[in-house]
């Protein structure tokens, strides 16, 4: 039987984050994946070879915003490692309907003069919210950065330029109030405050959205800061796909002594006297923990398969019901299209470029187009009459994912996990079937086709993966990549449930970190970090504490004395 000091559970790009710094720390750490590669959410695959030898595709994640906002990439050294960021610029282009369209530069400069064109009230405006919104995330950033509940650890963090623009938009009772109404309110009411062109108000609700809700639901307005932080502190994706990130991590695990085994399905924690001391696997092979067993898988999935309801009960006799009755996921996830192509997307009716590709491209007509995507989702309805989409063609930014003068597309489409109606049908009873996959991916290509006409025939291959498809493929509940919905009511210290808030659980030794914890889902790296710091202040809180109050000297210092 082997030991280790601690065991993660799934080497998505969080556990594998909360690996590095737990071996730099000094601990022995395995991680067991599922699957036949690390990355869970995170990679970059050739998953045509013999239909597409040479393309490779990322199979969910793409497009990295949120990492930036942290130190991780900073404080591991990932660069050393092998990660390249490209910088996406533009950032978005939104065809309209009416021949008018969205682009969205790096530069907020640039974009307001782009949206002046059709709209110089929409130009001043769309100024002033990304202006605010850029503003509130510089200063709410901390909280992402520390245990949702950890008082002094958010307060270090705060830096002045963080400092400032707290002050800015939360310096008076009116702007505290403002800022409370933003966050209760939906971002529908929110665009429509600021807003008046379709072409600009459609690209913004279609990104709110991506949290995975109707852009009409209350309490997701905070969606808004996507497309400011587009701007600050932009959009990138590493050289080589999503999975390069996670090939950072895993040079560096391995460089660190870690151990990383694949294809290894936990399917029971080992519980004795109300303490994790190891995991069990599907092929009857048990791994030992000295210090701890951390779960990189969402909570639901933890307490309601992998730890026996004795175990459970023993120490919180409420958990398995508040699991299964307050953890809420919708029922929308996405059907998933990527194709290799012979040529790019041409956007011709709209004066094309091919600047137009190198951010994200939205099929977004208006809304209410928007809302459709979504709304039809929560109660079983697949939206595919006249499709929504986010689609990418990744090799205008890295021609490396492809062969020569060749390309591929990454589309994006929003879709119920079960469909009504079809409850016991399909794989796993959702009612998802091959042929009904195909005949919605076919729906979705048509609609980008209205818009980039070549589309159809530059396809060479392609590959369709159901809701379903993608729930199995990722071990996610439901489908859903974020573990859990991404609401405000299942944020910060309520995500996944406030006993479950700070990484910890009832049993000792055993610990969370993924999408289902703070700050949520995205490639951040921030849950993986947290929950590594909340693991080794447990183990030596004294030391643990004196290292943060000297690094955060060390910061202060810096910033006093302009040292970058």
């Given at each position: 039987?082997?030991t280790?000091?601690?065991?993660l ?5 969080n556990?594998?984050v909360?690996a590095a ?9 395995l991680l067991?994946e599922?699957?036949?590669v690390?990355?869970?959410?995170a990679t970059?695959?050739?998953a045509?070879?013999?239909?597409a030898?040479?393309f490779r595709?990322n199979?969910?994640?793409?497009d990295h915003e949120?990492i930036h906002?942290g130190?991780?990439?900073?404080e591991l050294?990932?660069?050393r490692?092998?990660l390249?960021y490209?910088?996406c610029?533009?950032?978005?282009f939104?065809?309209?309907p ?6 969205a ?14 709209s ?5 405006a769309?100024?002033?919210?990304t202006r ?5 995330g510089?200063a709410?950033?901390?909280?992402f950065?520390?245990p949702p509940?950890a008082?002094f ?6 830096g ?6 707290l002050?800015t938009?939360?310096?008076?009772k ?5 800022f409370?109404r ?9 665009l429509?405050?600021?807003f008046d062109s379709?072409?600009v108000?459609a ?5 709110a959205?991506e949290?995975g809700?109707?852009?009409s639901?209350?309490?997701i307005a905070?969606g808004?800061?996507m497309?400011?932080?587009?701007h600050?502190p932009g959009?990138s994706?590493p050289?080589?796909?999503t ?5 950072a991590l895993v040079?560096l695990?391995q460089?660190?002594?870690g151990?990383?085994l694949?294809?290894q399905?936990?399917?029971r924690?080992?519980i004795?006297e109300g303490r994790?001391v190891g995991?069990e ?5 048990e791994?030992?923990?000295i ?20 175990d459970?009960?023993?120490v919180d ?12 996921n919708?029922?929308e996830?996405?059907?998933k299209?990527?194709c ?9 009716a709209?004066?094309h470029?091919d ?16 809302e459709?995507a979504?709304?039809?989702?929560t109660?079983g ?5 006249d499709?929504s989409a ?6 205008v930014?890295?021609?490396s994912m492809?062969p020569?003068?060749?390309?591929t ?6 879709a ?6 079809a ?5 796993n009873g959702?009612g998802?079937?091959?042929?009904l996959?195909n005949q919605v991916a076919d729906?979705?290509?048509?609609k980008?086709?209205?818009?980039a006409?070549?589309?159809?025939r ?8 159901s ?6 493929r990722?071990g996610?509940t439901?489908?859903?990549?974020y573990?859990l919905?991404?609401?405000l009511?299942?944020?910060i210290?309520f995500r996944?449930?406030?006993e479950?808030?700070d ?6 030794n ?5 999408a289902?914890?703070?700050p949520g889902?995205?490639?951040s790296?921030?849950?993986?970090r947290?929950?590594?710091?909340v ?7 004294l ?7 000297q690094?955060h ?7 006093a004395?302009?040292?970058?």
């Open positions: 039987m082997e280790y000091d601690v065991i559970i799934g080497a998505g790009h556990g594998l909360c710094y737990l071996l730099k720390a000094g601990y022995r750490v067991l599922q699957r036949s690390p990355g869970g959410a970059t695959e050739e045509m070879p013999q239909a030898p040479g595709f199979l969910c994640a793409i949120f906002l130190p991780v990439v900073q050294g990932l660069t490692y092998g390249d490209l910088t610029d533009p950032v978005v939104c065809p309209q009416d021949g008018t369209m969205f682009l530069h790096k530069s907020v400069e640039q974009t307001c003069a782009a949206i002046a064109a059709y110089e009230h929409d130009a001043q769309y100024a002033e919210f605010y919104w850029q503003r509130l510089n709410i950033a901390p909280l950065n520390a509940m008082i650890e958010i307060i270090r963090n705060y002045w330029d963080n400092l400032k623009d002050r938009v939360m310096g008076s009116i702007k505290v109030l403002d409370v933003n966050m209760i309110t939906s971002p529908t009411e929110l429509d405050e600021w379709e072409t108000k690209p913004l609700a279609r990104l959205a949290i809700a109707p852009p639901q209350k309490g905070v808004a800061m497309m400011a932080m587009r600050h959009m994706r050289r080589g796909g999975g390069a990130l996670t090939q040079n695990v460089d660190q002594g151990t990383i694949t294809e399905t936990v399917k924690v080992l004795d994790a995991v696997v599907a092929n009857g092979t791994y030992r923990a210090k701890g067993v951390i779960s990189n898988i969402d909570a639901q999935r933890l307490f309601l398969h992998l730890v026996e309801p004795s459970v009960n023993a006799d409420q958990l398995r019901d508040r699991l299964q009755r307050r953890v809420v919708n029922n996830t996405i059907l299209i990527d290799a192509l012979s040529e790019p997307p041409r956007f011709e709209y004066e470029k600047e137009y590709l190198v951010g994200s491209v939205l099929i977004a007509d208006s809304v209410k187009h928007v459709k979504h709304a039809l989702c109660v309805e697949i939206p595919d009459a499709p986010y689609v990418v063609c990744p090799t930014l890295d021609p492809a020569e003068g060749k390309h597309l990454w589309v994006e489409f929003f119920p996990y079960q469909i009504a109606g409850e016991g049908t399909g794989l959702t998802w079937t091959d042929e996959k729906r979705v290509l048509d980008i086709a209205t818009y006409p070549n589309l159809q530059s396809v060479i291959a392609r590959r369709v993966e809701p379903a498809e993608l729930a199995r990722l996610a439901k489908g859903n990549y573990h919905d991404m609401t009511d299942q944020m210290f996944p449930l406030p479950l808030a990484y910890t659980t009832p049993i000792d055993l610990y969370l970190t993924g289902g914890t703070h889902g995205s490639i790296g921030m849950p993986g947290n929950c590594a710091r693991f080794l202040q447990q183990q030596h809180p030391a643990q504490r004196w290292e943060d109050a690094n000297l060390r910061t202060l210092l810096k910033a004395l302009g040292d970058e």
